[in-house]
């Protein structure tokens, strides 16, 4: 069974929290929590942060040729049928896949590189997609 987890940008400093999204009584009405505790059989939240909805990605569970682990919304190179092509790692009609220019893109598994992420790293895709 694979992990379950995922990641978003903070709304605060904009860096990556991993962890389960829930919803937030916070600016953004979303957080990631990445640990429980539990006392007397009740659960507390140890941390949670506020986060950037728009750029939760899951974990696909499996990681890159390098031992990066691969989320949605990663920006990937592969081995294409002639040549290498760069891609979008998205989740569709449960499995991930990744998008290419053609519309042919691969399933899952298949050797990637993560070269950035969609939301930090647009301009990856210039003319790619």
Not at 7 to 30: C, D, F, H, Q
Not at 74 to 83: E, Q
């Amino acid at each position: 069974m694979r992990e379950i987890k995922f990641r978003a940008l903070s709304y605060s400093s904009e860096e990556w929290i991993y962890g389960v999204p829930v919803k937030s009584n916070g600016w953004t009405k979303m957080a990631i929590v990445w640990e429980i505790y539990h006392v007397d059989g009740a659960e507390y939240n140890v941390y949670e942060e506020d986060i950037i909805p728009e750029t939760i990605g899951e974990y696909t569970g499996q990681k890159d040729k390098n031992g990066v682990e691969l989320y949605e919304g990663d920006i990937v190179k592969y081995k294409g049928l002639y040549d290498y092509e760069v891609g979008i790692l998205e989740y569709i009609n449960n499995g991930f896949w990744v998008e290419d220019k053609l519309g042919d893109g691969s399933f899952m598994p298949c050797e990637f590189v993560v070269i950035g992420n969609i939301h930090e790293n647009p301009e990856l895709l210039e003319g790619k997609l």
